[in-house]
């Protein structure tokens, strides 16, 4: 563990290395052949990458390279608006080339609107890997990158992970861009601020710092950048990554990152004052500060009648509290505190342990462990497949186990009100899953003592916390009545004046107010 | 930055090992499975004619009461729903042991549905007995407390019931009915420990005895002084001394009308008692009872149409039971010399200094002190109908 640790430090310092290699591809050689040669080297065995050549003017003096990667960019828009354009106007050119061609391209040749200048090989290639068509001009030492990408990857569809009743039906996607567009959909405001930055040596991942300005906190943007900017690695395929680089507590088994794939809870986020990170490639965006109460929060509650909301939520810990303990508080009832069964409980519980030959804490671990197995089968498996395994797993839980007598029939009802449990709060999904067998170790050796003792440290744990520096359990732990409001009960959203106190916005008064003296801040 | 965080890696790793001991070294504290131990669900005390102690416990067998999971066993296995075990030792704890040398699996006492004790036990040593009861940790303090009359726990905790595969709960079950009824009283051990440490009140327990073949009957008390049986109350007196109590939920009283007999549903019943001071002496038991009732049923001819009769009917019931509970009073005056009813409890609370002095005499004037007992009876409804139908001759 350790010694990867040290690799990790290595190769970091390696990559930095490689970045100033990659750096000193060196200016752009004026002559086109040049060019040709040191592009087909860079781009050696990447059969993707396409080079062409135009020559236009008279006597097809006017050489023009377009390069770019295959399938990356549309064919349709390069075509339209830059090869027929110069093809077009181009034709009966008597200049010889250079710079004049160069300034009436990007002038009143090239119809696309999202053009920029390469100033040396290196733009020139990054432009290239990225996505977009990059014109090098015989004579010219500035490449034009031309942004004509295709729009890629799937459609914007409802998120499997996160579905709800009441709200939009939009989901991100993998594509960037059209994430933050689906955002700026929602907050039509220019105080809603893109941060565009690259990670990953290699992959050289788009990631996007997303706050409203005026609303959100500097001093956490500044914290988010700047642990961004720490991140050393070659690879930032997922947000996952960068959600394990910048927690808080990176040992932690409680998320101390949030991430969603639904815009309307990540545009309530953003109102919120919470600073938001997209990563091209993933649909999942994630949110600091991360605090515990967001993990019981879902998007209906604001959209909802406060008195249901608020008995959702409550539904909601009392699951939360069930799946990690439930098991636990079976087994030290059974095995240590028999007193304070009632008495026909007892009966009930003693009949359907007899016969049994494993002790209550073994036949909770069998049964637990078979369900996260047959869980984790339901993940991996093909969908088609999936009913037979709910049979099969059904079957073998439920009615074998107890017929055969390896459980009992009160410890198959304990498991399936678990599992149950389980699902309702996804976040905390994995965290309640180990604690539920560490409590259920504690349980098997103390008793009610021991859930006590695990509990205590759970909690001791989860008050020190803390992401980006709000404490992860306020509003309780500090104690903020302002953000009672919306933890346990759901206040209606009118009455909900006030943002999350905790998080320390620079506006926290909703509504007509707060925006009038933003805007008044703008004019300044 | 890597040092560092090998260094505190380093003691977590540690100090989960060091938890990790902790729980695994202490071994399984209490650790007991379900299937390890023996339900008891009755619980009878006798005392032999040499003074030991006779125990005798109803173990309830979960496995052949839950027929649903039964199946799972097949034939085999206990087939009746309890056994009864009855073992003769020196002391109630010894005796509890001891009886582990005949039956499989460590008795278990907090589902003890009832206690039963013997009329031999009662007179001889109640106080005595009981301390093991209040000391033990396991033993649940709302189990029904109740003292058998004319048979012996055993017999009783022996028998078969038709009603519950369990018998110790049919018991508790018919003790728990008293509410309906005030002929009996539900009496739990923590209300006996409380009344044997209270020195202006006497206890009384419910009684039980034998109605038949396999049922019986919690019916009447048992009257104890300076804890030790002295007597009985019948069912009227029972009831008597329930609505002195102010522990009446509802009952049924009989009384005499016109041209046959009324029965009045007691459903409200508020009772407070109280000494009178004359002079700084105890002059008068105040006994005031304030209920409502309904007319339940009319086995007669008489009719109910005019207000009259209804007030007439009042004094008829206030008379009815004015009567049971100075039947109730004076046989713990005359007979039994024992402040049941708690009067001392008022004194203690009214005149603390009177009390002070005369507190070890008080069973004495209590017996010599007459009673002022009223009794406001208002009678509510007439049922559905008013008059009863009979055809007109």
Same mark, same amino acid.
């Given at each position: ?524 | ?79 009746? $729903? ?84 369990? $018998? ?34 006497? $206890? ?190």
């Amino acid at each position: 563990m350790f010694g990867r640790i040290r690799n990790k430090s290595k190769s970091g310092r390696n990559n930095s290395e490689e970045i100033v290699q990659t750096g000193s591809y060196g200016p752009i050689p004026p002559s086109a052949d040049a060019v040709k040669a040191s592009l087909n080297e860079i781009f050696s065995n990447c059969c993707d990458f396409i080079l062409r050549e135009i020559a236009c003017g008279k006597n097809g003096a006017i050489r023009i390279l377009v390069a770019y990667i295959d399938g990356f960019v549309s064919k349709n828009e390069l075509n339209q608006d830059v090869v027929r354009p110069i093809l077009d106007f181009l034709a009966n050119e008597e200049s010889p080339g250079g710079s004049s061609i160069y300034n009436r391209l990007t002038d009143c040749i090239v119809v696309n609107n999202d053009i920029h200048e390469a100033a040396d090989m290196h733009q020139a290639v990054d432009g290239i890997i990225s996505g977009e068509a990059v014109l090098f001009i015989d004579g010219e030492t500035r490449a034009l990158v031309v942004g004509v990408k295709a729009p890629q990857g799937r459609q914007v569809q409802e998120p499997d992970t996160e579905t709800s009743i009441r709200g939009a039906r939009e989901g991100f996607v993998e594509n960037l861009l059209t994430n933050t567009a689906l955002i700026r959909k929602r907050i039509k405001n220019p105080n809603l601020k893109l941060e565009m930055m690259h990670l990953g040596d290699r992959t050289k991942t788009n990631v996007c710092i997303c706050y409203i300005k005026g609303l959100a906190n500097e001093a956490i943007v500044r914290e988010v950048r700047e642990r961004l900017k720490k991140i050393k690695t070659d690879a930032v395929l997922d947000s996952g990554i960068i959600e394990q680089y910048i927690s808080d507590n990176r040992l932690s088994l409680f998320p101390t990152v949030g991430s969603s794939e639904k815009c309307d809870k990540l545009a309530g986020k953003l109102l919120e004052g919470r600073v938001a990170i997209f990563c091209d490639g993933s649909p999942h965006v994630l949110t600091v500060p991360y605090l515990f109460v967001e993990s019981i929060q879902a998007t209906d509650d604001y959209f909802d009648h406060a008195f249901f909301a608020t008995f959702m939520r409550l539904l909601r810990v009392i699951a939360l509290t069930t799946s990690t303990l439930l098991p636990a508080m079976y087994v030290a009832l059974v095995v240590y505190h028999h007193t304070v069964i009632p008495f026909k409980l007892l009966l009930t519980l003693a009949a359907s342990q007899q016969g049994i030959p494993f002790s209550p804490f073994v036949e909770a671990m069998l049964m637990i462990v078979a369900f996260e197995l047959l869980r984790e089968a339901g993940v991996r498996m093909p969908k088609p497949i999936g009913q037979a395994l709910s049979i099969v797993g059904a079957i073998v839980l439920g009615e074998a186990s107890v017929a055969a007598g390896i459980a009992s029939n009160l410890m198959v009802i304990v498991v399936a009100i678990t599992a149950v449990c389980s699902f309702i709060v996804p976040p905390l999904l994995r965290a309640s899953m180990l604690l539920r067998f560490v409590f259920l170790i504690a349980a098997n050796f103390l008793g009610i003592l021991g859930i006590a003792f695990v509990a205590v440290a759970v909690f001791v744990h989860l008050c020190k916390m803390r992401s980006f520096g709000v404490p992860y359990m306020a509003p309780f732990a500090p104690l903020t009545v302002n953000d009672l409001k919306d933890a346990f009960i759901v206040v209606p959203i009118w009455a909900m004046i006030t943002r999350p106190k905790i998080l320390r916005q620079q506006e926290n008064v909703r509504g007509a107010k707060g925006s009038q003296r933003q805007e008044v801040n703008i004019q300044q | 930055m890597t040092a560092g965080w090998r260094k505190k890696a380093k003691g977590m790793v540690l100090l989960a090992f060091l938890l990790a001991c902790l729980l695994l070294l202490s071994g399984c504290w209490n650790y007991k499975e379900l299937t390890d131990i023996n339900v008891v669900v009755g619980v009878g005390l006798d005392r032999t004619e040499e003074g030991k102690v006779l125990l005798t416990v109803q173990v309830a067998e979960p496995g052949s009461i839950q027929s649903t999971s039964g199946h799972r066993s097949g034939g085999e296995g206990p087939t009746k $729903p309890v056994f009864v075990v009855s073992h003769e030792g020196e002391t109630i704890f010894g005796a509890i042991r001891e009886m582990l040398a005949t039956v499989d699996k460590k008795l278990f006492f907090s589902t003890a549905q009832v206690l039963i004790l013997s009329e031999r036990l009662a007179r001889e040593s109640l106080e005595e007995s009981l301390d093991f009861f209040q000391r033990d940790h396991e033993v649940d303090y709302l189990m029904n407390v109740l003292v058998a009359k004319d048979v012996s726990p055993a017999e009783i905790l022996a028998m078969e019931s038709d009603m519950d595969t369990i $018998p110790a709960v049919y018991i508790s079950e018919t003790v728990e009915n008293t509410s309906y009824r005030g002929t009996g009283k539900k009496t739990m051990l923590i209300d006996v420990i409380k009344d044997m440490d209270c020195k202006g009140k006497q $206890p009384v327990i419910g009684q039980i005895t034998k109605a038949g073949e396999n049922m019986v009957r919690t019916e009447g008390l048992a009257v104890f002084k300076e804890g030790k049986l002295v007597g009985w109350l019948d069912p009227y007196e029972t009831r008597g001394y329930q609505f002195a109590m102010n522990d009446i939920g509802s009952a049924i009283v009989n009384i005499p009308a016109e041209e046959g007999k009324m029965s009045m549903e007691v459903f409200r019943s508020k009772a407070k008692i109280g000494v009178e001071f004359e002079d700084g002496e105890p002059a008068c038991l105040m006994v005031k009872v304030r209920l409502e009732a309904n007319v339940g049923g009319h086995e007669g001819k008489g009719k109910l149409d005019a207000p009259e009769k209804i007030s007439a009917l009042e004094e008829i019931l206030e008379e009815t039971i004015r009567k049971e509970i100075a039947m109730a009073l004076e046989k713990a005056q005359d007979e039994y010399s024992s402040d049941i009813f708690g009067f001392g409890m008022e004194v203690h609370k009214y005149h603390p200094q009177y009390w002070k002095k005369s507190q070890d005499e008080w069973d004495q004037i209590f017996s010599r002190l007459p009673a002022d007992i009223q009794v406001d009876a208002k009678i509510r409804r007439t049922g559905i109908i008013i008059n009863p139908v009979i055809k007109e001759h």
